[in-house]
């Protein structure tokens, strides 16, 4: 009883986001931008100097930043303010793994959009409510604490449709965490085939996406792309409630459109 | 707090560990690191009742060396790893199952601190249904996708049915290949991989990792930073706890209770993030002292500090009072004081049962010895509401040391010691809210060739299949909760 009436407090916790935007996901970096556009003399040497080569040298020496690489260490920022800034911003997920480079797209407009159509295509059905299967393919354990976030009275992604569920058979949506472990590519495989068709797959976080640290173990492949037909690419390490609340909602053509990072 | 090195032959090794328990000493670990191709060096960890951790190293063939689990019970599931990572046999291991690598040639492992491994090494999952088949028993598997949000592991009950059932642990799904990762990055990429071996203690692990790369380079952390690190360390403590407060929470169908404490974990997190950039304190500790201050002015920090207490502490008075919740807890998942005090059990699992120990307090690190923390040390009944309560009594203490850490702080002075290291190795540690965290990082020239991380996790999971004296199939979830340990440390 006395639990109840503390619960009747909860309801002014609750962000508004997406229908507007939350004061909160602009106050902390989310994601490293290219401040400088122009060629770098030292190109090369400036990529070198990211731990997990998000930071490419173009043969002309523009630099690019991989944000599906980048594990937000912050040291590119301090070596080369001149270079490179965070940005903060919740809507860093994207459609395309591609898009996740920065600043310049390598993917045209239409290719873009045919695929937010294709996807679009697919999600129909899912637009008011959506069940979230998640599974870890080697994370570090941080990227399940911003997930389960989600479900915590500030997002309280319920009131958008959004929910988790325990059995792959009524699961819409999988969201995969974790650089992804040889020993989680069978296990994988088993929950992707026991889902129902079609299925949205979210790559939760840099690990997932690239491996992040640990592309290049031997025991992880780079990323869940390998193995899963990935539908969305969310960043950051991990990535942040309001950048996979985003990248769900990319899913299921419900993003906001205007409160992305600028490019 | 130093560390002591000594050497002995691996015939010998048992029962030296041996008597340094019977002395009272807690075995706190055991690696190993590749020699040649033909040779490795075993070196156990042994705390020392309020003092610093004494090393001993013997180096033994690559191919088998006498087993030191027969003598030494806590060394079970190290030298399972031992055996996962070099294809070393232990003569005489009671079940040398594979724990967090089952490959099916012991010639092809990773065999840390020596050359590169292969690209490759795809776990083999024959290797262990040989073995379990091979037993006779009957099993049921749960995992290693597990419902709800949480990471992978599987764990196969044994013989159910019976009174006592048994537990397999099987973390290996989610190996990351964490020790070969380490090697030949500098101090700087060292750190980084540290912050990400168990990430919800990171800071713990960063610390832990930093204390041991410290030891070579014989500077002392400005206090300002002593006191920065402190401040990080107790929040993380704070985060983790109220994680386990709300998983007991759901697993008992507190639905008010999950959505209160999951709020109140939010707010830490945001106010890590406002303080460093990060929600999860990465990039603060770096070797040497912190890399800034605290981003917030000390007013607004206290200031909010104030409204989350406001705001969490009678949510923890009521807990504690709600008895359908206390009534699920006590007597469950019980790790009896001996057990306990034999395995040398960590952080609140081990308190809970009576083991007064607590690095911040036994074997104090930067602005701890200052601020003189308070150890929990008047449970003993072992079971889940016991681990409960001393989390309850942590959080209050966690946010003194943090105001105090918060006044004392004068950011004016240098953050940070220049930090070149010796050629040599460095022991390391840090009281993770999951318990003492331990680092050996090895260094020649600037560059780690062997760094391995022992996490709490790893220790204490090894005790949690012994706990189970009720139906494991409804205490599983409070059981695991209470125990409050990432996978992420446990698989690396
Ligand atoms: S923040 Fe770190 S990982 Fe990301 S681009 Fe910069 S150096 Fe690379």
Redesign the interface.
Known sequence: M???L??LR?GV?TTRYPARPDP?QN???AAVAVTDAGRQPDAEQVADGC?TGAIQAAPDGRLFVDRGRC?????CVRARPDLFA?QPGAATATAHRGTLVVPESTETDESLAALRAALAARVRRLRRSVHVR????????????????L????YDVARLGIF?T??PRHADLLLVT??G????T??LR??LDAMPRPIVVIAAGTDAISG???AG????LPGVGDTLPVDVWAPG??A?PFTLLHAILLALGRAPTDAGVRR | MTTSWTETSPTALAERLRAGRDAGRRFAGLYATAVDASHLRLTALMATPGGGIDAVDALAPAARYPALTPRLPAAFWYERVIHDLFGTIPDGHPRLDPLI?PLPDDATR?RPGGAP???????D?HVLARRVLGTGLCTIPHG?????????VEYLVETPGEDIPHLQIRP???????E??FEGLDL??GL??AE?????A?VAHALAYAHAVEALCGVPVPPAAGLIRVLHAELERIANHL?VVLRLCDAAG????V??F??H??RI??LV??LC????G??VVIPGGVSGPPRLSHTALGAELDRIRAALDP?LR?LLV?SSFLDRLRGTGPLPPARADEHGALGPVGRASGCRDDDRVSRGYDAYPLLGPAMVDDVDTGDALARLRVRVREIDESFRLIRAAADRLDTTGPLAAPCTPDDGRGIGWAEAAQGEVLYAVHVTGGRITRCAPRSASFHNLALFGEVFTGDILTDFPFVEASFGL????V?L
């Open positions: 006395m639990w109840l503390r619960g909860n916790l909160y106050s902390f970096p731990p594990i937000l260490c912050g040291a965070w998640h599974v870890d393919a080697g994370s570090d354990g941080s990227d399940e604490w911003e997930v389960n976030a479900f915590n009275p500030v988790l325990a059995s974790g650089a472990a040889r020993g989680m069978e296990p088993r929950t992040g640290l640990f173990s031997y025991a992880t390490n991990p942040s | 690598l990773p491994c292969p690209a490759a090494l795809d776990p999952d290693p996708v597990r419902s709800g949000v949480m990471e992978s290996y799904y989610k190996h990351r290949g964490v070969k990762r700087a990429g980084l991989v990400r071996v168990e990430g919800v990171t994680d507190l639905g008010v209770a959505a209160r999951g709020w974990k939010e997190l945001r993030g406002r950039g990060s929600r999860f990465r990039g949510d009521l709600t990432s996978i992420a440390g698989a």
